[in-house]
């Protein structure tokens, strides 16, 4: 290890100012709190980086964190103590809310892939194939008018959804990852026809 | 000196028995209820007769007197002008907001200079629902004091999870003027879920339904192993109890005015035609049917009222209720099926009407084995004892509502989505859309809806100094923090020239930092005191946490120091343990500063030898650390 690169993996606590590892979130001389530092959101919540993950898990370590940095722990410290509490909690909030939900833990692991999807974009679909799925499918549930109707195609979406989720799976475990880009572009379009199917039974079942 | 080290992170609040008690407060619209919390035993603090409940009413006298609860409400009909109730109404409202609820508020409200909160006249007096809520938050924090025989300084209050930025930061501030360092704002449900939680170790999905004087609250919480997670929450700020009130006493009203012939009523009678309505509705919640007598312009008149009527009275606002459970479950993505339990909070979930229905639709009875009315505060204790002594429970809570910003054609643009965990940072960028644009204009918003004007308008400002450039090229970022309180913090910065020019701003509808000073300044004259001492306080925290950092440190790496440099930090150390025990801040301030100086060198000797040992390999902290308390 380099001079430099050992100064990289310590630094000084902001607390008793003595020398304390890079990813700690306490100093393990003073017990002091450390700020978030910049890691990805799987590792900032002891995640192995894959698309497949076990949701008791990710929400047993997302409580096992919270439970040592949340600013309820911290609310009688002092003021730093407590401003580097909040910003632990807030960047465990973030990977929380990016891994619990597949169309963004999908593209954000493509990001750390180099291989950015953009899911904010709202423009055209450049693949026809998809492109007439989609219409052909968002024309179904626009026609559709008994809940009985509805129900069948909000299920059927419903599948298609998990079904997509399956395959991402598949192409990032074969590190395809041309093919789960695809796949995650495939599954934001899926999700948003879920949900308005979901939209529209629930208002028709309303009567 | 003997320093107790703690596990990191696990440490209790240090010298915990040098500060004042710290309660919990449910601060109501129609009652407040003061409770404390030790060893995880919540108690109500009662008065002579055993009632929790204060009422949130307060009566103003001529000579500048105030008196808060039932002597207050006593007033209520001979002196309707100087008395004050139903303020929680008007937290963080401006003008405008108060204009929908005209006609039915029992108090003349008067615009602020600035457009701000609205200002009430009583007794000759103009007053703020800020200063009328510190008022009833004195009393409570009084008979705390009384009850327990010691300084009562901080509190855990809540609020409803609907309530917007502010009235949540109105409510800070009230806690501020009355002396109370608010420890955290909990939402109403979250509190009653963790009252109940703790008693009964349920896991699962929960639904709160918090139905109360003046507002309604819907949350969705997961359960398990002490961790409270909310899932959804939603509500009405201005659906309660006293709609149900108001509809009985027009029904009075109207079959007065069908026998005796109409008649203009006054502001002190419409008062009156509410006390009875709502004894009529509390008397109901017991037996079938009853007489009631009203009084307007002298002549009497004897009105029957009957369970059916009162029922369908008040199935409007019981439906409203039902319509937001069903909405704030689907938009969780939540089968109603699916919820293990519901629990009710607030003293209008006694009518019976309410009762049946929230069963018929969660399809199970609901839990009402902790008096409604001191749920909320019972959980707040709670959590006090939580927040000061450490506990296990973790309460993981949402924002209630959607936070945007406006952009072209008066559409909102939604930076934090509702039922985001909290605390929460977001950014989202925008450019400029005019060439050589300066400023930009940014307004906040809150609310669920597409358009500006259909939105809460939150704040308003210019960030200003953009350096000029084409039109599209700036680039401004605009960062939402929502604090683990609820309350947002609006940042703004221009990114491509790297000039960053920040502006940070609290919401309107609130009270000016000025205001605030002025306010506190008027009020008590011990809130000086009461200002200074928490000063001293804040200094005496920061100077312990130096001490145990320097002890530690000591403890790790003593050998790196000669004698004579062990002495003097040793002897910088005893500076500040002296300054810790009196009461000036600038000394205590001067001696942690000193305390710095001595321990430089060492510092810097550590520094050293820790980058040779991570040269060398040797990890300078234990896994554990690193990996925090994971699995």
């Known amino acids: ?207 | 000196m003997l320093l107790q080290l703690h596990e990191p992170g696990q440490s209790p609040a240090p010298h915990e028995s040098d500060r004042g008690l710290a309660v919990g407060i449910d601060l109501g619209t129609t009652n407040s209820v003061v409770a404390v919390a030790r060893d995880g035993t919540a108690e109500v603090l009662r008065d002579a007769d055993g009632g929790g409940l204060i009422p949130s009413v307060v009566h103003y006298s001529d000579d500048g007197s105030v008196i808060v609860g039932t002597a207050a409400r006593e007033r209520l009909l001979d002196e309707p002008d100087r008395v004050v109730s139903s303020i929680k109404r008007l937290m963080g409202r401006g003008l405008e907001d108060v204009k929908s609820l005209a006609g039915t508020l029992p108090y003349t409200v008067e615009p602020s200079p600035e457009g701000g909160m609205v200002r009430l006249r009583v007794a000759g007096r103009v007053l703020t629902p800020v200063e009328i809520s510190a008022d009833i938050l004195r009393a409570l924090k009084a008979r705390a004091e009384e009850a327990q025989g010691k300084t009562v300084d901080r509190a855990v209050v809540t609020v409803p999870a609907y309530f917007d930025d502010a009235a949540r930061t109105a409510t800070k501030d009230a806690a501020r003027l009355a002396g109370l360092e608010v420890l955290r704002l909990v939402n109403e449900p979250t509190a009653a879920a963790l009252a109940y939680g703790l008693d009964n170790a349920s896991e699962g999905l929960y639904a709160v339904y918090d139905l109360g004087g003046g507002t309604f609250d819907l949350s969705i919480l997961r359960m398990e192993k002490g961790v409270f997670q909310v899932k959804a929450t939603g509500g009405d700020a201005a659906l309660g109890g006293d709609d149900i009130d108001h509809a009985i006493a027009e029904h009075f009203l109207a079959e007065r005015a069908a026998k005796v012939g109409p008649h203009t009523i006054t502001a002190g009678e419409a008062k009156q035609a509410l006390m009875v309505a709502r004894l009529a509705k509390e008397c109901l919640s017991r037996s079938q049917g009853g007489d009631w007598v009203m009084e307007v312009d002298g002549k009497p008149s004897r009105h029957f009222l009957d369970r059916a009527t009162l029922d369908s009275l008040s199935t409007p606002f019981v439906e409203r209720t039902i319509a937001i459970c069903r909405a704030v479950a689907e938009d969780a993505g939540i089968a109603v099926a699916d919820i293990h339990g519901v629990v009710l909070v607030g003293g209008s979930t006694r009518m019976p009407l309410v009762r049946a229905r929230v069963a018929e639709f969660f399809g199970k009875p609901p839990l009402a084995d902790i008096n409604p009315d001191e749920v909320v505060a019972v959980g707040a204790a709670l959590q006090a004892e939580a927040l000061t002594s450490g506990s296990d429970t973790l309460l993981l809570d949402v924002t209630p509502l959607s936070l945007g910003i406006e952009i072209m054609g008066g559409i909102v643009e939604k930076v934090i989505p509702r039922n985001t965990p909290i605390p929460v940072a977001m950014a989202q960028e925008f450019t400029t859309y005019q060439d050589g644009q300066t400023a930009m204009s940014i307004h906040v918003l809150q609310g669920e809806r597409e358009m500006v004007d259909q939105n809460r308008s939150l704040a308003r400002f210019i960030l200003r100094g953009i350096p000029p450039m084409t039109a599209g090229a700036g680039r401004i970022r605009v960062t939402f923090t929502v604090d683990a309180d609820g309350l947002l913090t609006v940042a703004a910065s221009e990114q491509t020239t790297g000039v960053e020019q920040s502006v940070a701003v609290k919401p309107s509808y609130g009270l000016t930092e000025d205001e605030m000073a002025h306010m506190l300044r008027d009020s008590l004259e011990h809130a000086r005191d009461d200002m200074a001492s928490r000063l001293v306080a804040e200094a005496v925290v920061e100077a312990r946490r130096s001490m145990l950092a320097v002890a530690s440190a000591l403890k790790a790496d003593g050998d790196l120091l000669s004698d004579d440099e062990r002495k003097a930090i040793d002897a910088a150390m005893e500076l500040v343990e002296r300054s810790t025990h009196g009461t000036d801040r600038d000394a205590v301030n001067a001696a942690v500063e000193g305390l710095e100086q001595a321990t430089k060198g060492f510092a810097e000797k550590r520094m050293d030898r820790g980058i040779r040992q991570a040269l060398a390999g040797v990890s300078v902290d234990r896994l554990d650390d690193a990996l925090g308390g994971g699995a």
């Not at chain 1, 100093?27 to 590792?43: E, K, L, M």
């Not at chain 1, 939900?101 to 194939?129: F, N, Q, W």
């Open chain 1, 1 to 207: 290890m380099s001079v430099a690169a050992a100064s990289l993996a310590v630094h000084p606590c902001w607390s008793c100012k003595g020398p304390v590892a890079t990813r700690a979130l306490f100093c393990s001389v003073c017990g002091a709190v450390q700020g978030p530092g910049a890691t990805d959101h799987f590792s900032r919540l002891g995640m192995v980086p894959t698309f497949e993950i076990d949701r008791d898990v990710l929400d047993r370590q997302y409580f096992g964190f919270q439970r040592r940095l949340h600013p309820d722990r911290f609310a009688a410290k002092s003021p730093k103590e407590r401003m580097l509490s909040q910003s632990q909690a807030t960047a465990l909030n973030e990977a929380y809310e990016t891994l619990k939900d597949p169309l963004k833990r999908a593209a954000y692991l493509l990001k750390m892939l180099d291989h950015a999807v953009d899911l904010g974009a709202c423009g055209t679909i450049s693949d026809p194939e998809l492109l007439m799925e989609q219409m052909e499918k968002r024309e179904e549930i626009a026609e559709a008018e008994t809940v009985a109707e509805i129900a069948t195609l909000s299920a059927a979406a419903d599948a298609e959804v998990l079904a997509c989720q399956c395959h991402i799976s598949a192409a990032f475990n074969a590190e395809d990852v041309d093919e789960a880009a695809r796949l995650t572009l495939r599954l934001k379009y899926l999700t948003k026809l879920a949900d308005d199917a979901r939209a529209k039974k629930i208002r028709l079942s309303r009567g």
